[in-house]
Structures are given as C-alpha cells and as structure tokens.
C-alpha cells in the first residue's frame, strides 16, 4: 500500500471543501460552470470510444520509460490494454479535461506525457479550433496515440517523440494558454519543467500537474510550486493540482472536492 498516498488523501479529505467554501468569483465560476457541470456532451461518446478499443487491444509493446517508473510492471514489455487500464488517465478526468479545454477554449497547448493519448484526445477533443502539442520520450506508445487519434480524426495534434527537457530548453518565443503535466511523476524533473516553462505563461494560462500527491517528494514539490511568486492561485483536487498566474488574483490556494 501507498502510505504517503493514504494519509494524503485523509488529510485532503480534512481541509477539503466544495463550491460554498469558495469567496472568490473566477474559482467559484470554474467549480460551479465547469468542474461540476453535468450537463452530457457528445464528444464523451469519442473518449469512451477511444479508450475502449485500448482496453481490447492485447497487443505487446516495448515501453521506454525515463519517469519515475511504474508501481505496477515489473517489465517494458506491456500488454496496451493494462497501460489502458493502469496507467492511462480516468474516464472521470479525462472528461474533467475535455471541460477544462472548452470552458478555457485553450488555444495553444502543451502535453508532456502523451502515453497512449486519451488525454490527448480529451484536451484536442475539448476545442477543435486549437492546437495541442504532446511530448513522449516512447516511440512505441507514441505510434499507437498517432494512429488511435489519427482513427478519431483529432487532427489538432502535434506528436513529437523526444526528451523533454531538450524539447523545452528550446521553447524560447513560445506562449502557451495550457500546460498538462504528466510525463515525469518525480520531484526534481518536475520543478524542472516547472522553471524552464515560465517563460512561456501569460497572464491567463492553466497548468495541471499529476499526481501531485503520488510520493512524498511529489507533495514537496506541489508545495514549492504553490508558494512560487509567479503563481497567484492554486487548486489541489488531490490528483491534480492547477495553477494559475492570474496578477489580478490574490495569492491564495484551494483545496476541492471532485
């Protein structure tokens, strides 16, 4: 068992509130028009599509993994229906994301971490008009997300198959409206992207960071993250944790129920 993960979440579950513990207007907008929103959309039909036809695909493949590694395989050699299962994102959160990119209407994107891209498919899905790039240090992984998103005909994606912090050193005119991090579930790598990517925020762009509580060292980094003097507001929903560098905001950090 994950301890760290456990008494996380315990203590996420103490401090944690809904919409009615919220006073400011932007946060209680995004809580109540987006995350809480209800309303069923026809593109969820895409994403539960898409993630199905991995969860049936018993196809064996070599995975080149530079993050922090897995809790579950032991070896490189992964069935695409268990990454599906195991390592890819809820169908819950995928459809969270897929909000978030259309409350947003994100047009500029970025993705470290595309896996076998049902994110991917959730944020290109989310608004048709942008366009997303998605980094993934596997090739393997990174040919079956081109031809899955490819089959659904989300062709607002850009995959480049290379290491991140060389792709990222190189960034320097790029401006993005939305970061998704979730390719490296490890502290040092984390702050990392989080330094050499500051250059491209503006005044309205969202970041979301994964797994923000998964291990000790990820939590420190959540925290480090939240007191930087570039983020004005925060938001833990105990998987994620979305920044924000809104100047006409307080300083201040949620922490919200999903």
Known sequence: MNWHLFTS???FLKNSTNQHGVHSPFIYDLVTKC???????????????????????KKTISVTDFGAG????????????????????????????????EYFQFE????????????????????????????????????IAKQQLSKFHLKNIAIEVTEFTKY?????????????FDGNHQKEPTLKYFELLLKTT??????????????????????????????TVTIDTFFWGLV????????ENFTIRL
């Open 35 to 57: 995350f809480y929103n209800t309303e069923k959309k026809s593109d969820y039909q895409i994403l539960k599509k898409y993630k199905t036809e991995l969860l049936s695909n």
């Open 168 to 180: 990222l050193q190189n960034l320097e005119n790029s401006k993005f409206d939305f970061i998704y």
């Open 202 to 231: 503006h005044n309205d762009t969202v970041w979301i960071f994964d797994d923000i509580h998964w291990s000790k060292e990820m939590s420190e980094a959540w925290n480090l993250i939240q007191k930087h003097p570039n983020v």
């Open 9 to 11: 979440y315990f203590k």
């Open 244 to 251: 924000f560098f809104r100047k006409e905001q307080r300083k």
């Open 108 to 143: 500029k994107s970025l993705e470290l971490g595309t896996s076998l891209g049902i994110a991917t498919a959730a944020i290109a899905a989310g608004n048709k008009k942008g366009h997303l790039i998605s980094l993934e240090g596997c090739p393997e992984t990174a040919k």
């Open 70 to 101: 897995s809790k579950v395989f032991k070896s490189n050699k992964r069935s695409i229906h268990l990454i599906a299962k195991n390592a890819g994102i809820s169908s819950k959160r995928a459809k969270l994301l897929y909000r978030l990119t």
